[in-house]
């Protein structure tokens, strides 16, 4: 029970001197007598949520007479008073909090993946905050087609004809597969039918969208005869997954996507690539591994290409289909389009995220996400040696920090394998126990601004890769704030 010793004492309702759990029951305040002497509460909170907090509170209090025995040697009305407060400002946070990403993937789906350029968050504000031209042409005085703001730029920086967002890139597959292939046969090759996150499932996915999926090939090859051999009457399209979130080694095929394109023409049916990740730059320019381009990929004969606005196009969260105009009309007819379509703040950060992408000389200092990836280990490394002295001071003496070279991850399913140069800080107990570290994480959760690492091999790391606001994050690591955060041991 937290005491909060706030201003002057107000009250003066002693009971000390009583001892029977009953004289104490009787001894509680009423709930008129409580809000009297707390303005104060009401005036922040409003009556009614005051009055029901209090109402909770003796009921606690009367259902638990440990709780008054434990009140009983201080003023009993400051203490419910005091319990009140606690709660309601606790019920007051929220638990959507912004936290430090130390984990050391820098496209974290749990961590709300990428971040927005501050031209985005203005646009954001902008639309958000007053009537826009979200369905409305200007020029024509007429309804309008919320997917022209960013259409336009989809086609010029994917080289496709058309495009339309959704809600996201598993609504973007969903949505594809119900417009072109329901109550149809598609066939996907064994080694693409992947998960995602727990939460997407290719074949889940097909299912959903009402399309019969025909399983072609093997986990680890599949060759161009095996799609051929599916292909017949009832096919609607050919897809391909991107192998986002892992990578088969050794003995394996698949098919190359000219192939899938070539076969896919000559029965003339559409070929769709669910590319994931779907980034729009060269990455080796940004020292980066390679990853195919959404326009390489249209390049190489894809009719649709499907991928997510918050992984490495480093936008918010949506998915972007691209492709031939025939079939996005078909696809934008789709009375599902309408359940699964963007708001129009997504839009307005869509818009000056692809902006960006028009110069690309400046994408690295405009875009967050691209930043973080592109960081070079050095000044992770100088970073790390300014803050490890803090984490040393306030984690001392049951804690040692020492300065690592470790591996970042992207993230979100896109490059699996490759990992990026970082450094960080390693932290172990000086008892070398588990629950030492286990609390040490749970402190660092538990701060202001939540910090999330990752505990492996019985130790505690940060990787700084993804740390901003440095002042902020050391100012808050003093031990008192450690303390408060619960569970320092
Ligand atoms: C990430 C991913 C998805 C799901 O995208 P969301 O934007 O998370 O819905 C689908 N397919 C592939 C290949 C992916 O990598």
Redesign the pocket.
């Given at each position: 029970m937290s005491w909060r010793a706030s201003g002057p004492a107000r009250f003066n309702y002693d009971i000390s001197g009583m001892d029977s759990d009953k004289q104490r029951l009787r001894s509680l305040p009423s709930v008129d007598r409580v809000l009297r002497e707390t303005p104060h509460l009401a005036e922040r909170w409003g009556h009614e949520r005051v009055a029901a907090a209090i109402r909770n509170e003796l009921e606690r209090m009367r259902n638990n007479p440990e709780l008054l025995n434990l009140a009983g040697k201080t003023l009993l009305l400051s203490h419910v008073a005091a319990a009140v407060e606690t709660e309601l400002e606790n019920a007051a946070k929220s638990s959507l909090v912004r936290v430090f990403n130390l984990t050391g993937t820098v496209l974290h789906?749990n961590l709300g993946r990428a971040l927005l350029p501050e031209e985005a968050l203005e646009a954001v504000q902008a639309v958000a905050s007053s009537p826009s031209s979200l369905e409305y042409g200007l020029q024509t005085g007429k309804r309008g087609d919320r997917d022209e703001h960013v259409e336009h730029l989809i086609c010029e920086l994917c080289a496709v004809e058309a495009a339309t967002v959704v809600n996201?890139?598993?609504?973007?597959?969903l949505l594809v597969l119900n417009t072109l292939a329901k109550e149809l046969e598609v066939p996907v090759s064994r080694g693409e039918l992947?998960e995602?996150?727990g939460s997407?499932r290719?074949p889940e996915i097909m299912q959903s969208s009402g399309c019969v999926l025909v399983e072609v090939g093997t986990t680890n090859r599949t060759h161009l005869k095996d799609y051929k051999n599916a292909v017949n009457d009832k096919t609607a399209l050919l897809l391909k997954?991107?192998?986002?979130?892992y990578q088969i080694q050794g003995f394996t095929r698949s098919v190359a996507e000219t192939d899938l394109a070539e076969l896919a023409q000559q029965h003339g049916l559409p070929f769709v690539v669910?590319?994931?990740?779907g980034n729009l730059v060269d990455f080796p320019a940004f020292k980066l591994p390679d990853e195919p381009t959404v326009a390489h990929t249209v390049k190489r004969g894809a009719d649709i290409v499907?991928f997510?606005?918050?992984?490495l196009l480093g936008g918010p969260?949506?998915?972007i289909i691209a492709g031939k105009q025939e079939l996005i009309t078909r696809i934008k007819k789709n009375p599902m389009k309408r359940a699964l379509r963007v708001d129009k703040m997504t839009l307005a950060a869509l818009v000056e995220v692809l902006r960006l992408y028009q110069d690309p000389s400046r994408l690295v200092e405009k875009l967050p996400t691209l930043a973080a990836l592109a960081r070079p280990a050095g000044k992770i490394r100088a970073q790390a040696e300014r803050v490890a002295p803090h984490l040393a001071e306030a984690l001392a003496p049951r804690y040692q920090v020492i300065i690592t070279e470790c591996n970042s991850q992207v993230g979100?399913?896109?490059l699996p394998v490759e990992t990026l140069p970082s450094f960080g800080v390693r932290i172990s107990a000086v008892d070398d126990s588990d629950e030492a570290i286990r609390r040490l994480a749970d402190s660092m959760r538990g701060l202001p601004a939540p910090v999330i690492g990752r505990i492996n091999k019985g130790a505690y790391f940060l990787d700084l890769r993804c740390l901003d606001r440095e002042e902020e994050f050391i100012a808050q690591l003093d031990k008192s704030g450690l303390e408060r955060s619960g569970n320092f041991a």
């Open positions: 789906t996201n890139n598993a609504a973007a597959v992947v995602i996150g997407f290719i997954v991107h192998a986002s979130n669910d590319l994931g990740s499907t997510s606005g918050d992984k969260q949506c998915g979100s399913g896109a």
